[in-house]
């Protein structure tokens, strides 16, 4: 079956830094867009970086700006690099990849394809 596989969670203190990378199982990710959501109890999911792959177009979003880097070394490995964390970066965070057009800004996309998710924990 194809999925989408998380890695690099864990718990870090404010100010710290994670790597999160994303790699498909079953399938390649050639032509896919791929994104990053996080969500938190009782919080909306919220898009916090994507890269698109009609043209490698890369949007943040306003809360990880300048602190979260998304790149793709190669064409199946997306990974999100977090800097300065705080604690309100705290959350499980998805890895999301879809084949199909859609907005110019892919954080407005829908995605058919979500990996299991990787907490992230920013606590002292």
């Known amino acids: 079956q194809a999925q989408l596989v998380e890695s690099g969670g864990g718990l870090v203190q404010p100010g710290g830094s994670l790597r999160l990378s994303c790699v498909p199982s079953g399938f390649t990710l050639n032509y896919y867009t791929i994104a990053w959501f996080r969500q938190s109890p009782g919080k909306e999911r919220e898009g916090v970086a994507c890269i698109s792959n009609s043209n490698g177009d890369i949007f943040y979003g306003d809360t990880v700006k300048g602190r979260f880097t998304i790149s793709r070394p190669d064409a199946n490995t997306v990974n999100l690099q977090m800097n300065n964390l705080k604690p309100e970066d705290t959350a499980v965070y998805y890895c999301?990849?879809?084949?199909?057009?859609?907005?110019?800004?892919?954080?407005?996309?829908?995605?058919?394809?979500w990996g299991q998710g990787t907490q992230v924990t920013v606590s002292s």
């Open positions: 999301a990849a879809d084949p199909n057009l859609g907005p110019k800004n892919c954080l407005s996309r829908n995605y058919g394809n």
